[in-house]
């Protein structure tokens, strides 16, 4: 007993008031639920010290309702596409989706500065500490450069024509130079990379990070199987001549999956029309090859496109690392983690709140490369710190949830 005494007293001297001292009714560590009032140590710059027992804490510990939590991470945004935001109807289907986009994208350069400006401040004040932003082009470039966010830039290309496969690449390793660290060439989607891209930058994933949309709709798959689908009417409203293109016979995913083969990570993001079949394939697929594979699914977005849910079940059936993006405005109502894991939750109640929470935190800064430093309350990081209220954690429930950035 004495010397329980004594490492107590000597705990209370070591957390001084140069310390704060954060204690909530739950706290969540990015991977875990704490909630026998554990008391959360940081640095008044909110670098973490410690998580220990209150009669270890010392005094003035600041008490806050509901959940404390580290910084959301976004997976998956187009944050050059905020200037789009409510222009595009809802429900249109992927293909007229994209046609709206390759329409409406480029406006005066001053609106799209000021909509990226706002959309980033969107995202801070909703609890975002890190995003994997798709860059097709420069004009996130400046904020970029003064943010308070964690970026991972992915440089995105495409051409499904095999005669521009060159030149897009180039334009891709030209905008690639430009940007900071961390940072990889990726392929936008497979419907629109031809071979002869492929084979281009494949050698640039080597040790990367790598994202693709997939499975975004059931064309994609009917394209590959069998040279069907909405992707042809695609094509030719964009006077792209489809000749050249021989269906694989077999699911876009597992045609172009051995094109990560060097990849140190994946990031699929949607699969909101991925099968059972694909789902397993794909994990045993990345443990073949000692791959980390991250599922970004971006709920909203799906159900404003194309009014459908991923296959959140099957994924977690299936072993894949779930994490959580927003996409842009285009496609969404919001830049919020936390709606995301509500419109989960809301389809999908059986998921514990616990996994839900790992997916916006630990699992989203695991797919980014980031984890040393954000996604839990490790000592000596600097995750961000969020207070959850409205959560109701015996009922699995957020559907009231709100968040505040507190530090």
């Known amino acids: 007993m004495l010397k329980t005494i004594e490492n107590t007293e000597l705990s209370c001297l070591k957390y001084t008031a140069l310390y704060q001292k954060l204690q909530a009714d739950f706290l969540f560590t990015g991977k875990d639920w704490l909630h026998n009032g554990e008391v959360l140590i940081t640095l008044p710059d909110g670098t973490i010290e410690a998580i220990v027992a209150e009669a270890d804490a010392g005094e ?17 945004c187009h944050l050059e596409l905020s200037h789009l ?23 005066e350069p001053e609106a799209i500065e000021q909509a990226i400006v706002a959309a980033e401040a969107e995202m801070l004040r909703n609890g975002i500490v890190a995003v994997g932003d ?60 031809s071979t002869v891209l492929w084979q281009k930058i494949a050698p640039q994933f080597s040790g990367n990070v790598i994202t693709m949309h997939n499975q975004e709709t059931p064309a994609e798959d009917a394209l590959f199987r069998n040279g069907t689908g909405e992707f042809l009417r695609m094509y030719r409203q964009m006077q ?7 269906p694989s016979g077999k699911s876009s995913l597992q045609t172009v999956a051995p094109y990560f083969n060097n990849a140190s990570a994946v990031v699929l993001v949607h699969n909101t029309f991925s099968t059972k079949d694909d789902l397993m394939w794909i994990q045993q697929w990345a443990q073949q090859y000692n791959k980390q594979l991250f599922a970004a699914i971006c709920i909203n977005a799906n159900l404003y496109i194309e009014q459908q849910v991923p296959p959140v079940s099957d994924m977690i059936d299936a072993g894949i690392a779930i994490t959580i ?83």
């Open 85 to 107: 935001k409510g222009t595009i109807p809802m429900h249109t289907g992927l293909v007229n989706f994209v046609l709206e986009i390759i329409t409406k994208r480029f406006v």
């Open 240 to 246: 792209i001549d489809n000749g050249f293109f021989i």
């Open 325 to 407: 993006g927003t996409d842009s405005l285009a496609s969404n109502h919001s830049l919020s983690v936390l709606d995301e894991i509500t419109t989960i939750n809301q389809y999908f109640p059986k998921v514990p709140l616990s996994n839900l929470l790992e997916w916006a935190t630990h699992n989203g800064a695991r797919a980014l490369g980031m984890e040393n430093n954000l996604g839990t309350f490790m000592p000596h990081t600097k995750p961000g710190i969020l207070q959850l209220k409205g959560i109701d954690v015996q009922c699995n429930s957020i559907k009231n949830a709100q968040v505040k950035r507190l530090m």
């Open 60 to 76: 003035a510990i600041q008490k806050i309702e509901g959940v404390l939590c580290p910084g959301f991470v976004n997976t998956h």
């Open 134 to 193: 798709i860059c097709n082009t420069d004009h996130t470039l400046a904020q970029k450069q003064q943010s308070a966010l964690h970026y991972y830039n992915f440089i995105e290309t495409s051409g499904w024509l095999p005669a521009i496969a060159t030149k897009r690449f180039e334009q891709a390793k030209n905008l690639w130079q430009q940007f900071s660290m961390p940072k990889s060439i990726v392929p936008h989607a497979p419907y629109s990379i």
